[in-house]
């Protein structure tokens, strides 16, 4: 079959990396589910905004642009009431922050001079 002409989708995979700020903000959401004791409950969402932010390695643009940014590798993507704001780089995602989406102010990015 002649294939010239078609447009392939060339797929990128990136590397997760997790800021420091990303880890704490991962156990202040492990904190607060778990202050009733739900650990269970709390281990297991905490996991699954580790196994989302981890989608974004195979489809790095899933999530939306920052608007108040406006630079096409600063974006957020958004699971089940948490924001997950992070970077795309060369080879890394780099996830920035996790935040419960009734905050009302972003904390730490964009870094321009991180490299």
Known sequence: MNTLGRREKIMQHFELEWSPDAVDDL??????????????????FVEKLREEARTLCDNARKGRIIPEIGMDC???HYYKGYTIVYEITDKTILVHEVFNQKRIYI???PRFNRR
């Open 107 to 109: 904390r730490s990015y």
């Open 74 to 76: 600063y974006r957020e």
């Open 27 to 44: 156990d202040e959401i492990w904190d607060s589910i778990a202050i009733d004791g739900d650990f269970d409950i709390a281990d297991s």
